[in-house]
């Protein structure tokens, strides 16, 4: 019998390695993996459902699974995690020390309602007492350029929104003083969409991070909250799932495999000298920290955290109600 072809759009995550290199491929089916970068992934497949499977933004995903703009439903992998909050640089005149400075500042980010957006949000909120409506919001992407084009979306209008000009970009707002803080796109996912100057923030003696140590404070929230904030998960067309419900499992347990085969790589690293001088111990610190599966997939083990950041979506005006697991995973895979 021969295998079902399915394409897949993903940026070429470490966890991934085994699914692109085919080293692991889902029982049943035969996968192209197109290495393609988030926002161009998911902007692509919300617009014309271009692939099969693609990695989609969990923030986008909800608003549009939520308002029935979302032909395609995830399976709980999620292959992209990050401490969003502590990559926010701020002008150094900008008054800004620690973070509850920044009640009534200026704040960019490329758009307001992808989920780096929203964590940080969330997490302003829960952890130091300022809402969104307390902060001016500045928008980089231009309409047509934005991925929540392709959904609809316009920002709460309890929401202070700017548009930052077509000649400008976050990091020299920031530098000039025009805002007080930004979250840049990643240089190393910066498309067309993107205009901001991605050089080192050590370059320019105007700008600093808010938190000097971005390694503690994701520790501190860490340990407080148990939340390692999730950012992408993982979405196939309902057309193919309908006519092959077993495509969900399938592709389930390849996402798994490949991430524990990245694993093991990184245990074979420890073994062998490596131009990462502390690199062992890194990855015992990492052991530590969060157990043995720093990237845990599955509703199950991810209750607590898809419960907070959909009722974080839901309270910013975001969705337009509190999303469930059942609204937005695969029947098959509730229980996993």
């Known amino acids: 019998m021969s295998k079902l072809k399915l394409s897949l759009a993903s940026p070429a995550y470490d966890r991934n390695s085994a699914l692109l290199s085919g080293e ?15 926002q161009e992934a998911h902007s692509r497949m919300l617009k014309n459902q271009e692939f099969d499977v693609s990695d ?34 701020v002008n150094r005149e900008s008054g800004i020390k620690k973070p509850s400075d ?15 957006a929203l964590w940080l949000r969330g997490i302003f909120l829960h952890e130091f007492g300022i809402s969104p409506s307390e902060m001016e919001w500045f928008i980089e992407r231009t309409p047509g350029n934005r991925v929540s ?31 007080d803080a930004a979250f840049p796109q990643f240089k190393f ?36 909250t148990g939340f390692f904030p999730i950012n992408h998960t993982v979405v196939v067309r309902n057309e193919i799932l ?10 389930f347990e390849a996402y798994q495999m490949s991430k524990e085969k990245s694993y093991q790589e990184m245990e074979a690293r420890m073994r062998e000298p490596t131009n990462y001088i502390w690199l062992d111990d890194l990855r015992r ?35 337009p109600r509190k999303a469930t697991p059942e609204d937005l995973f695969f029947p098959t895979t509730l229980g996993l």
């Open 242 to 251: 309908q006519k092959h419900p077993w495509v969900a499992v399938n592709l």
């Open 149 to 179: 084009d392709s959904i609809g979306f316009s920002p709460p209008s309890n929401i202070s929104f700017h548009q930052i000009p077509a000649e400008s970009d976050l990091m020299t707002m920031l530098e000039s003083g025009e805002i």
């Open 189 to 224: 996912w910066k498309t067309f969409r993107d205009r901001s100057k991605m050089g080192d923030i050590r370059e320019s003696g105007k700008v600093v991070r808010l938190f000097p140590n971005q390694k503690e404070e994701s520790i501190r929230y860490f340990k407080k």
């Open 285 to 319: 610190e990492v052991r530590e920290i969060f157990g043995e599966d720093p990237y845990p997939y599955g509703i199950r083990k991810n209750e607590q955290i898809i419960d907070a950041v959909t009722n974080y979506s839901y309270e910013q005006g975001l969705s």
């Open 24 to 38: 692991v491929q889902p029982e049943g089916i035969e996968l192209t993996y197109l290495t393609i970068a988030p």
């Open 56 to 89: 989609m933004s969990l923030s986008f995903y909800m608003i549009a699974k939520l308002t029935g703009k979302a032909p395609f439903t995830a399976i709980p992998v999620f292959p992209m995690r990050k401490f969003f909050h502590t990559d926010l640089v």
């Open 102 to 116: 920044m009640k009534g500042k200026k704040i960019g980010v490329p758009e307001y309602a992808m989920t780096l």
